[in-house]
């Protein structure tokens, strides 16, 4: 159950290119969460010319992780703002240190976690083909963002799935195979 009246909340978690930001649209649309996307709240930024823009944009570009006072920061508003009932935080936490602030600054833990497993050649092979490739889709940086995913992101996982929290749905096949593998997971679980 949640506490209080903060809403559900899901972290989504998954390597790069592992269709979280697929999957979460489709959840977002067929089961009413509000959908919360790390990267996208992080482009907003850059978009909208903020004093922290060009250098979230910098750090992006490199493939390495835009530190834990910003994005938890944004994280935590745009829960606040939001009146949905559930939330899918997509590509949060990055890190044990975004986790950990996270869970100080709010007080609360995830609901659930979903994390998408899928093979690293096949992550690769989508972000290579994304359609409006972005600043972060070439070879060099997609091989630092799967650096940063194995060492940083793996060990939140871990610490989920630890936790009884993490349920790892195989993201290797179609959008429509794997959505039917979240469905089934979701009726599990009476959501
Ligand atoms: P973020 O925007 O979160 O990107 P990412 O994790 O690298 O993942 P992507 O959005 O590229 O992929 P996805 O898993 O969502 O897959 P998608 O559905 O798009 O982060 C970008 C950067 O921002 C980070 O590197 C970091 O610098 C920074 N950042 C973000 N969050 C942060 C945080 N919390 N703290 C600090 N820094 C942070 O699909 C990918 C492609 O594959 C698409 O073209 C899609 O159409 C296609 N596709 C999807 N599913 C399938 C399928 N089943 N079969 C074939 N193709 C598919």
Redesign the pocket.
Known sequence: GTDGDRPFIAFVL????????????RIASDFGFAHV???????NEIASGTDHGEW?LE??R???????E???EL?RKAIESSSAKRVLI??????EE?RIAFEKITGTEPDLVLF?D?PED??V???L???QG?V??NIE?IK??LK??ESLNLPVVEYYSSRGKAHKIN?????D??FEAVRKLFSSLRL
Do not use: W, Y
């Open positions: 998954g390597g790069p290119g592992s269709g979280k930001g697929t999957q979460c649209s996307s790390a990267g996208d709240l992080l482009r979230i750090i992006i490199e493939g390495r992780i835009v530190p834990s910003i994005t938890v994280v997509d590509g949060f936490p990055r890190c975004n998408f899928c096949e992550m092979k989508r972000l083909s994304r359609n972005r972060d889709d940086t630092k963002r940063v995913f993201a290797t096949g179609t959008e195979e794997i």
